[in-house]
Every structure is written in C-alpha cells, then in structure tokens.
C-alpha cells in the first residue's frame, strides 16, 4: 500500500467538532462522504485521471461540505442531542442526482446533491438582476438561452426523518429494493419508506417490559446486500440474529442465531465486555457476514450458525492489558470493519493510528499505520510489528508505548478497488494499493 493523499477536517472551535465519526464510499467509488462530531458532511470527489499520467489514479478532492445536523434540545427529557453524525449511507445513484443518508443520535436526514454548470439568461419578463420588467418596455420576444458558469455544487435537504427513535440511532440500512431503509437503536429497529417521513414500521423490539430485566442491547444492523427481506442485527452478548421480514410483521422470532460457545478458559469479568459485536457487515457476494468485537474479527457463513468459519486475532497483545483499558474506558471503543470489493481481504483499524489487513487466501496479515509521515505522496507504507517483551527488532513498537488516545475506528473500502479511506481523528487517510502489494 502507498499513501495517496491526506485531508485535516478543522472547524476551527477546538471543541473536537472536527473528529470524523463515519466514512462512506459512494457506490462506483467515485464519492466519499465523511461526517464528523460538529454534525457537518465533507464530500470529496475522485479527480479523472489526468491523460499526461495514466498511470497516476485520480485523487480525492473536496467537492462539498455542507452542516447536516444542528445540536438540540429534547425538553421532555431534559437532553442534549447531540450534532455528531453517527452513520451515512450513499442511496444507488438513479439520476445525475446523488443522495445520501445522514443520522445523528435521533434524526435521519436524505440529501440530495446536484450540479449546476449553466444558468438561463435572456428572460423576457425579468432584468439581469431578476426584477420583474414593466410590460410596457416589452415590444419583443426572445427565446432564454443557457450560459456556462462556475460549477456549483448544490445539497438541500428532501426528507426529515424524525420521533422515529426513544434511544440513540446507533446504524442505517438501506435496501437492495432501493425504495426502503431500516435504521436501529439500542433497543429498536425501524422500517422506513424513502418517500415517508411521517411513519415508520417497528420490525424489532427487544425492550423487555421491566428495563430491570434488560441484558442485551442492539449493536448494530445491515440488509442483505441481494434479498430485500432479510437483514442481520448485532448484540452487545456477542451473538448475530438474521431475520426474514417475510415471516412476520415484527420480527422479534428471528430465523437464524450465529453465537459461538465461550472458551471457559478464557473466562475472565472483561469477557462479556470484549464479545460485544462492534459492526456487522454482510460479504458483498452475500454469502459472508464480518463482525467485529474487541479484540477479534469473525467470518460467518450464512449457512453456519454454530461458530465463524474465519477468526482474526486484531490485537491479542490487549488481553493482558483488559483492566487498565476497562479503567480509561477504552475497552468499550467501538471499531468498524470492511470487506475489499471481491470479498477476499478484510480490515479493521486499532490503537496507535494502526489499522490491520487479514487476506482471507494467503491467510497473511499485516499491520500499517495511518500517519503524516506514511501520506507523502507515494511514499510506501511499511508494516509495523508490536512486540510483547522478549527481544525487540528495529523498528518494533513495544505495547506499552501504544498510544491509547490514537485510534482507527473509521475505515472504509472503495466497492471495486484498492483504495482505503481511515479515519484518524480529525484526519482522513486515502491509501492506495499497488499493483505488487503485499497483500495482494
């Protein structure tokens, strides 16, 4: 892997507004949105090839910004919502038009953005400055025309989506019928129509009748990238539910539970903490379900309930040092991962700015690091090794030097070729694979 470019989002406040909270590609890879704590959108866009260097991709550069939600105060409860966008999603692009998704802690938002490159001159009626003409001045018709201008990049908002949500919106989904989206909470999952904002359907509720009796919480949630009606929802005891929407309207009897059985020797009070599933992301084939906890990532077969077919140890150099992460609160960092477009290489970032490759053939991993140094233009990325006592190589990093306050919990894979985004802080990272990388 080679870095490619790097991008500071600064809001200026010192407020840490300006901390990436989601990465999006679009679907041809062409778009990449980030969201961050400040409730703003930073789309950029992937520059055409230049013809004097085929060989040099294009690079992503900033093709939008816009502020998607504002803070607010809910008076009932006496709370702060906070602006902080928690998930983006690109909708199948069906026009010149592209639209996306934007949620923070309680409302869902579609954007739509367009271009403008020409505007009409020449009205019959109107001056230059748009004022209405007096009629009488009028003696002929002329036809408008359309005049090129500066480009310019448009995003309103079409559709609000509120009061859907008691708890905070933790994932949004939309569905291969292009038509629906589900978005979920801690304790629901909702199923909402493009077109509909003033209704939505209740297809999960694991809320008990007394809060007393609550073990569980929904972690995260995704459609089936193929077959509208079945969708896969996390929980934070480690286990997945898939789900067919066709076997009733409320969903609370799923079809399918993926859970595998504790290794009673690794028992310790951190365990129930570390096997809470971060995300859950469903293979593009369809066939593969990637989940995430704290210190591992897992391959499913949709046909496999019993255990993962794949396990990936990200970091297992942690376990010894389960108590003091549990006292800082890091132990409950929520880190996503991504498929690469054929399914065969997995990804999930770590601490120290780290992020790790796991190919699924070669069974090789390896370990980069997302920094200032690694995104001069083409410089090459070197994998990085930690070491736990015994004797240390050069250039080895010992894991009591790891910086805890640097983490990779964002990262995002362009849908058909080798390029990453990570998101570090207030950074965002675009690297791209060469044609002899290591892990391909």
């Known amino acids: 892997m080679e870095g490619e470019s790097i991008y500071e989002v600064d809001s200026g406040d010192g407020l840490g507004a300006d901390i990436i909270s989601t990465v999006e590609f679009n679907h041809t890879g062409e778009l990449l949105a980030t969201g961050d704590k400040g409730g703003r959108v930073v789309i950029f866009q992937r520059e055409p090839e230049s013809k004097n260097e085929p060989y040099n991709q294009g690079e992503y550069n900033v093709y939008s910004t816009f502020q998607s939600h504002e803070p607010e105060f809910d008076y009932l409860k006496s709370l702060e919502i906070e602006e902080k966008i928690n998930k983006i999603k690109w909708l199948p692009q069906q026009n010149a038009a592209h639209s996306l998704l934007s949620t923070n802690d309680k409302t869902i938002k579609l954007w739509k953005i367009t271009e403008r490159d020409k505007r009409p001159e020449g009205y019959n009626l109107k001056d230059e400055e748009g004022k209405l003409k007096d009629l009488s001045t009028v003696t002929s018709l002329q036809v408008p025309v359309l005049k090129p201008m500066d480009l310019m990049v448009e995003v309103t908002p079409r559709r609000i989506f509120a009061n ?15 038509e629906t989206y ?145 006292e800082n609160d890091c132990i409950f960092d929520k880190f996503e991962c991504a498929w690469n477009g054929s399914d065969s290489v997995i990804m999930t970032g770590a601490y120290n700015n780290f992020f790790r490759m796991f190919d699924r053939n070669t069974k090789r991993d390896v370990t980069l690091e997302a920094s200032r140094e690694s995104s001069k233009p083409r410089a090459i990325l070197k994998p990085r090794r930690v070491c736990v006592g015994g004797k240390r190589r050069k250039d080895d990093i010992s894991v009591d030097s790891l910086d805890f306050t640097k983490k990779i919990l964002h990262t995002a894979w362009h849908p058909t070729e080798n390029i990453i985004a990570i998101a570090a802080t207030n950074n965002l990272y675009i690297f791209q694979d060469k044609v002899n990388s290591e892990m391909h």
């Open 164 to 178: 859907g949500h008691t708890y905070h919106v933790n994932s949004i989904s939309v569905n291969s019928d292009c």
């Open 182 to 326: 589900m978005s979920a909470d801690d304790l629901r999952i909702n199923l909402w129509h493009l077109a509909i904002t003033d209704r939505s359907f209740n297809i999960v509720d694991i809320k008990p009748a007394n809060m007393e009796d609550l073990t569980e919480v929904i972690t995260a949630s995704e459609f089936h990238p193929h077959h509208c009606n079945l969708f896969v929802y996390s929980s934070s005891k480690g286990s997945l539910r898939l789900c067919d929407m066709r076997a009733s309207a409320l969903c609370d009897k799923h079809s399918k539970l993926y859970e595998e059985p504790e290794d009673p020797s690794n028992r310790s009070f951190f365990s129930e903490i570390i096997s809470s599933v971060s995300d859950v992301k469903f293979s593009h084939s369809g066939r593969y379900m990637l989940t995430r906890d704290y210190l591992t990532v897992k391959v499913w077969d949709l046909n496999m309930e019993t255990k993962p077919v794949e396990t990936y140890q990200v970091h297992d150099y942690l376990r010894s040092k389960l108590c003091s992460l549990y």
